[in-house]
Every structure is written in C-alpha cells, then in structure tokens.
C-alpha cells in the first residue's frame, strides 16, 4: 500500500494490536439486558489519549477500527467483507496549491483570473487542467418529482456548468422544494452528481447571491477536521467553488446579474438556464496532499433466517472517526462520535442469537468528518446488494441533551433537552421508516422523536451524517441525533458530560426498531 498509515501490513498490525490489548474486556459474553457499564467502559476506551482523537488515517483511528471489529466478532457477527471485519478505501488529504491554482474568464480577448474558493477534485492525486465553454444552468437542479429541470433545453456536454448554491426559494414556507427544510437537492455532492449524468467535464458554483445564511462566530476551541478526498470516488468531474466575483464576470455578457437571475428563477420557478456564449474558463488546480492512506469501515452481519428475505438488509450504523489532537489540544468525540459506536455495537450483541428475517448488517464508518467519505465508499462499493438494503438506522451523537450554541440560537425550538427525546433526520424521505421509529419509540424506549431538522435548513442537518449517501440512492435511512450542544467539535467533548440514560434508551429504540424492520413483510419505501 503505497504511503498508508502503516507502510507494511506489519506495521499496521503490531501497534494497533498492542493498543487493542488495552481495550475493555467487559463484552465478552452475549448479553439481553443493556449495561450502561459496558457502555461507559467502551466510551472510555474510545475517548482514551492513547487513541489520540480517532482522527481518520491516524493509528489512533486504526485501533478503534480494530478495536470495534473485535466486539463485532465477539457479539457473534459474521466478518462482513469476505473474512475481514475490514473495509479498506483509500484517500489523500486535500491541500490546495494557491500558487498554482487559478480560475481565469475569457471573453473578447480578455482575460480576469480569480483563486477558487475550493476544489473537489475527481482525483486528488492528478494535476487539474481545463479549459471549457461554460453554461448557467440555474440551481444545477434536475428535479422531476417537482416540475422543475435547470437541465431542459440546454446542452453541457463537454462543458462546464455554472450553478447556484442550495435551492430555489429557500426561505419560503411554501416552496414545493419542501418549504424552509432542504431536498436532496441543495446537496452540492447531488448537483455533481446530476452535472455528471448529464455529460458536463466540470462544476462552478457559487453562493447564491439573495441568501439569508447564518453567520456567527465559531466557539472557541471549536475545530473541523483536516480535508481528504476518495482516491476512487463516485464523483468524476471536478466541482470548484468560485467567488462571487467570478460568477458575475461569467454572467456578465448575459445583460443581467447573479442576483438579477437568481429574483427571476424564484418568482416564476422556471429554469433560466442558457449557454454563456463567446466566455471561456480556464481552470488549473493543483493538490498537494501527500501520498495515497488507508482508513476503514468496519463491517459485521447478522445473516437473516428467512429463505426469502434473508437476502434482504436493515443496516445499524455510525462513525468511529474524529477530531484528534490539534494545536496540542486532545479532542475525545465522546458524543461525536464515540456515543453512537458504543450504542451499535451495544445492539448488536442485544441482537446476539436472535432469529431475524431479514439480515442485520452493523457498519460503523471511517472519515466521517471528512464529509462522509467511509460511507460514500461503502454506497459505491456496498458489501449488501443497495437494490434490497431496505432501512438504515445511523447512530451519532446520542449522548448528550439538546442545547443551543452559538450557531443555533434564534435558528429553532429545542426539542430533544431531556433524556426521553431524540430527533431523526432525514425522516421526510420515508414516512414508512418515521411511522416504525415513532412506534418503537413511544414502546419500551420511551423516547418521542422530533423531525424538526427535516422542516430546518439554517444548520444543514441533512446534509451532515452517514444517512445522506444512502437517501441520495433512494434507500430510506434516518440519523437519530440527540441534537448540538455546546461542546461540540470541541475538546471539552468529554465522557463526564454524557447522558447514559438517553444512550440506554436509544440502544432499546435502535434493538425493538431492527426487530420489527427485519420481520415486517413489508419494508418500508423512499419517496422522493
């Protein structure tokens, strides 16, 4: 493996093993009864400083994945991938070469040049150099299920395409794009995708210019994770996000601004979309992030018993990923999100020995906080069928009580501040999967669940977890989420400030959810 967190498979073994050793002993058997001292112990061990943060391609995040893969084994799952409890992908960190970066119009002989904001590149590795005609094509959005296609009518094949951030009427309640709360839509990963499909060699898009973004001060201590990219991802066209600057010079020759077309495209929610004729962009974009590391998913299944079914998936996931040290600061993701990885594997051995139907597959994800990139690999490269993966339950961030932070204040209700009250996110999509949850949930868990951030679009929410690559496959899935809190991508993060009683409560959810999903005739349905 060229340049991976361990040059050799020795390498990669012998310390992550030696750090294993250390690890919680306390699951050794196959229990029925929730122990919130199994849970605290896994907690502790996850959050340890001798795993460093977890952060992705770090040997702190290679003995959790190791770590994880042994209480799969001992809660009597199957090795997911062939013989391994190992999904491996490959990545490189993101650092973009300023110097040797450039995004330059052309139009009459002349030139503007301007430095992208980001680039997204289809290979990291590979140095980036374009020059396409261009087309706007509105919002990027092609959207049947609404009347509504930027797409229709113009060519961009071979082209590069010029788009909106986000959605058509963004703040209005009565939006067909499903009010004040985002669609897969808005989803910068979807406009590639839909730009992709239809032949086009590169994205520009660009804040929308009439927006009513939050924007407040980050918390102190508040931290985000180093950038990296799949090596093999899905995306294979460039996305590169250009200043406003650079959106009106491309628009120019049009006779109308950014904001002109942006008032027009929302009044009538007709597309304006048109070729952007005599304009040329130049794009040149240089990565320099270093050799090609390996992180993993770490995947365990429970075969279903059903000769019919059996073949059928419900997936219980999380992400084991985090922050790591920066600037000599420790951050343990106690809720973020150690919280989540200790309740599914909590579950799976609650579900130990149990005959279920349909098969149980428990998937706990590497580089989350690098936008999802474990399970954008897994929905590229799943190890079930996607076509019969019927329901996701993803895990992360159930450990804490509700509570507003700077970022949040003023944007919604607090709805989960006890331990009897969770959200899910992305519930919109399957009102088959809510109406489960909801009954589960109101049983033996004692929990009422909130859908607030599905009708919310001010914190993004959709757009954040492991459950997004699944919708964005038409598979419905739903984040339970105990919601922010102060503390969050922050070192203070901690195991003291853990509420194990709403832990408890979602693990027994998460336990009675499965059940019913993986014996319901059935399964539920995604609606667009």
């Known amino acids: 493996m060229p340049g991976g967190v361990f040059p050799t498979v020795a390498r990669r073994l012998v310390p992550v093993l030696m750090v294993c050793a250390f690890a919680p002993s306390v699951a050794q058997r196959v229990t029925t009864e929730i122990s919130r001292e199994r849970l605290r ?67 009459s002989g002349e030139e503007a040049r301007f430095s992208p904001l980001a680039v997204t590149f289809p290979d990291p590795a590979a140095r980036l150099e374009l020059t396409l005609d261009v087309v706007f094509a509105g919002y990027g959005i092609a959207a049947p299920e609404f009347g509504y296609d930027d797409y229709a009518g113009v060519d961009v094949r071979g082209k590069a395409v010029l788009v909106f951030d986000h959605e058509p009427r963004e703040d209005d309640p009565d ?48 931290a985000n994770a180093a950038p990296q990219a799949l090596v093999q991802g899905e995306l294979r066209i460039p996305r590169i996000t250009i200043p406003a600057e650079a959106a009106a010079a491309l628009l120019k020759g049009t006779g109308e601004t950014p904001a002109d077309l942006q008032r027009g495209i929302d009044g009538s929610m007709a597309p304006a979309s048109r070729p952007l004729k005599g304009v040329t962009v130049r794009l040149e974009a240089v990565n320099d992030g270093g050799p090609v590391q390996q992180s993993w998913n770490v995947a365990g299944l429970r075969p279903g018993s059903d000769p019919r079914l059996g073949d059928e998936t419900i997936l219980v996931t999380s992400h084991y990923d985090h922050l790591g040290v920066q600037d000599g600061n420790l951050y343990p993701g ?39 990139l474990g399970s954008y690999h897994y929905v590229a490269r799943p190890l079930r069928p996607l076509a019969t993966t019927r329901a996701v339950i993803n895990l992360d961030m159930i450990g804490r009580r509700e509570e507003h932070t700077p970022e949040s204040a003023g944007a919604y209700e607090i709805t989960a501040g006890r331990s009897d009250q969770l959200n899910m996110v992305g519930a919109v999509y399957s009102a088959d999967l809510a109406s489960v949850l909801r009954r589960e949930a109101a049983g033996a868990a004692g929990l009422t669940l909130s ?16 459950h997004l690559p699944f919708l964005q496959k038409e598979i419905p899935a739903v984040w339970l989420f105990g ?46």
């Open 451 to 466: 859908d607030k951030f599905d009708r919310d679009s001010s914190m993004r929410a959709l757009f954040r977890c492991d």
């Open 175 to 222: 939006s067909a794009f499903h009010g004040r709360g985002f669609t897969l839509h808005a989803n910068a990963w979807t406009k590639t995708w839909t730009a992709q499909r239809h032949g086009a060699a590169a994205l520009l898009v660009v804040t929308e210019p009439i927006n009513s973004h939050r924007t407040v001060p980050r918390a102190p201590g508040r």
């Open 41 to 107: 112990a896994d907690l502790e061990f996850l959050t340890s400083a001798r795993l460093e943060g977890r952060a992705s391609l770090t040997p702190g995040a290679a003995a959790a994945a190791r770590f994880i893969a042994g209480e799969l084994g001992k809660a009597e799952l199957r090795p997911a991938n062939g013989d391994s409890y190992l999904q491996p992908f490959d990545l490189q960190r993101l650092r973009l070469d300023r110097d040797r970066s450039v995004l330059a119009v052309r139009r």
């Open 483 to 528: 919601g922010f809190h102060p503390g969050y991508h922050e070192p203070v993060d901690t195991v003291d400030r853990i509420d194990f009683d709403k832990m408890a409560r979602t693990v027994r959810l998460t336990v009675d959810a499965v059940r019913a999903l993986a014996s319901t005739t059935e399964p539920p349905r995604f609606r667009p």
């Open 334 to 372: 106690a809720n973020d999100n150690g919280s989540g990885t200790v309740a599914m594997l909590e579950v799976a051995r609650l579900l130990a020995g149990t005959r279920l139907a349909r098969s149980v597959l428990f998937v706990s994800f590497g580089s989350e906080e690098q936008l999802m």
